[in-house]
């Protein structure tokens, strides 16, 4: 298997598409010429021309809308935000059109959509560049929301996310762009809503998704030296979640610490405590715990930056407090 950075995998995944079904084209600030924000529209425009990599002008509302429309209209258009804070000028061609275009016209009309960009902690890009908005569009009814944290993932679900008649929201790691991993080649699917166990584990089960993976993986290693057997499950799918597969690994450790880069209150953590309080109590050796982003925004100063997020250090503390190791 070939092994690709994250972005690469993306612009793996955008030419498999185009080159499979002519409907889908690509729209967005700097997707064209200058390749992509992020280089994951690198070489694209040579391939396929600029009447299917369209640079949009600095209006994300516009663009996003022109999407909205083509969609409706039998094409399958794929919507780059430069970051997802700027996606919020769009916001209303997201949730009040394609969100709720299907079930307005009465199932006549469907909107085969995928929005996607960075979100999250840019690094030193302080409060307006560095927000996980993923619980924000999985509020609404009439979207599905993405968060892959792998490059093999990205390319999978993303290739998924194309070919679903419904419209889906897709978050990439600002910070996972150069990560590398092995992808396999040619028709590679992941299907929407299903998450993945990264790390099987007896103890203690970590929830999580997108870069914050990273911080499980690395906090798993650490616990694993001192004795302490770490499960990890990537959700991959925010909307909708896979139950069966969070409700199965927390009725095998019974016991869960939800991991997400995200603010605190209403953030998809606090819904999966629900799932697993109200079917798996019976299971639970102890209340479920979890690590957030804290409830500010975010800062410039890089410490400040490092002490607002997740990262393994308190994530082992979440652990030992499940497992009633505090001060262990």
């Given at each position: 298997m070939a092994e690709l950075m994250y972005r690469e995998a993306l612009n793996q995944a955008l030419a498999e598409e185009m080159e499979r079904d002519a409907n889908v084209f690509l729209i967005g600030e700097e997707v064209g010429r200058y390749q992509g924000a992020f280089k994951v529209s690198q070489g694209l425009l040579d391939k396929f021309g600029s009447a299917r990599i369209i640079d949009a002008p600095i209006s994300e509302?516009?663009?996003t809308g022109l999407g909205v429309g083509a969609a409706m209209v039998g094409l399958r258009p794929v919507v780059e935000m430069m970051t997802w804070n700027f996606a919020i000028l769009a916001?209303?061609?997201?949730?009040?059109?394609?969100?709720?275009?299907?079930?307005?016209?009465?199932?006549?009309l469907r909107c085969p959509i995928v929005f996607r960009g960075p979100g999250g902690?840019?690094?030193r890009l302080s409060s307006q560049h560095s927000q996980a908005l993923e619980s924000t569009y999985a509020h609404f009814p009439?979207?599905?929301?993405?968060?892959?944290a792998t490059?093999?993932?990205?390319?999978?679900?993303?290739?998924?996310?194309?070919?679903?008649d419904n419209p889906v929201v897709m978050f990439e790691g600002e910070r996972l762009y150069a990560i590398k991993g092995e992808v396999p080649e040619g028709e590679h699917v992941i299907p929407l809503g299903k998450a993945d166990v990264k790390r099987e584990g007896k103890d203690v089960t970590l929830i999580t998704w997108s870069r914050m993976y990273y911080f499980c993986e690395e906090a798993a290693k650490q616990l694993e030296?001192?004795?302490?057997?770490?499960?990890?499950l990537d959700l991959r799918t925010l909307r909708p979640l896979d139950e069966e597969a969070i409700l199965a690994s927390v009725r095998k450790t019974n016991r869960a610490v939800i991991v997400e880069e995200g603010w605190p209150l209403?953030?998809?953590?606090?819904?999966?405590v629900d799932i697993i309080q109200s079917k798996a109590f019976d299971d639970l050796d102890a209340p479920v715990v979890r690590v957030t982003g804290l409830d500010v925004n975010m800062s410039y100063a890089a410490n400040l930056e490092n002490a607002i997020q997740p990262d393994a250090p308190k994530i082992i503390a979440a652990v030992k407090k499940v497992l009633y190791r505090e001060g262990a």
């Open positions: 509302l516009g663009f916001m209303d061609q997201i949730v009040n059109n394609a969100a709720k275009l299907r079930h307005m016209s009465g199932g006549q902690a840019g690094g009439g979207l599905k929301v993405i968060a892959p490059p093999a993932d990205a390319k999978g679900l993303l290739k998924a996310a194309i070919r679903d030296s001192e004795g302490i057997s770490v499960e990890i209403a953030g998809v953590g606090a819904q999966v």
